[in-house]
């Protein structure tokens, strides 16, 4: 099974992926390396690292290979076997197109529209040495790909977890909803939208 953990930045991808490895043994991927390779490598893509929107729409066939590449190394004989695919890139719609051609998968995409400039200090080294109107622009940023997300996911019958009211508790049922879920092969018995 492949674990797509999609949001935009510091709403708690990473945080969410550390927990299925530290309780379910699942290795990962942040999509920061895939977009940081495709800087490097492949700049004539136009894929790089920033809060540019084009960002997730360039960068989705590379991921779609590597959620393949990781869906072909696990072991079909261990119903158990995962990989962790987590970060700004992953969207509804690379997860729609990733299951589309019959990858085994399960999503959930985090949010965050209640993030104020004081949630990002609270994060050395992110932003490290901004001035105050560069936080609340990126927390404003944040708010508002918070809220297309659940939009979209809304549409897409995504799950979707607004961390905004509540970020233990949300943060739980994410991880929850990632071992429940399988999408969209058993769609017509899942809920739809936001958790």
């Known amino acids: 099974m492949i674990y797509l953990i999609g949001g935009p930045p510091r709403v708690g991808k990473s945080t969410l992926a550390w927990m299925l490895l530290d309780r379910e043994g699942l290795p990962g991927c942040p999509t920061d390396a895939l977009v940081s390779m495709l800087q490097r490598a492949a700049p004539e893509h ?4 920033g809060t540019h929107s084009d960002k997730a729409v360039l960068a989705q066939p590379f991921l779609i290979e590597f959620i393949r590449a990781a869906a072909e190394a696990l072991d079909d004989s261990d119903p158990q076997d995962g990989y962790v695919v987590e970060g700004d890139i992953v969207t509804p719609a690379a997860a729609t197109a990733a299951a589309d051609v019959g990858m085994p998968l399960t999503s ?3 949010g ?3 993030l104020t400039p004081e949630h990002l200090r609270a994060a050395p080294d992110w932003l490290e040495g901004a001035d105050d109107t ?3 622009e ?7 790909q918070s809220a297309a997300l659940r939009k979209a996911c809304t549409a897409g019958g995504h799950v979707y ?3 905004g009211t509540g970020y233990t508790q949300g943060i739980e049922r ?3 909803a990632l071992l429940e879920r399988t999408w969209p092969s058993s769609a ?3 809920p739809r939208g936001s958790v």
Not at 138 to 144: E, G, K, P, Q, S
């Open 161 to 163: 977890i607004e961390l």
């Open 112 to 114: 965050n529209t209640k």
């Open 188 to 190: 017509s018995t899942l």
């Open 134 to 136: 560069t936080y609340r």
């Open 174 to 176: 994410a991880y929850s």
């Open 108 to 110: 959930v995409f985090l």
């Open 138 to 144: 990126i927390a404003a940023w944040v708010r508002d």
């Open 46 to 49: 136009g894929v790089r690292h």
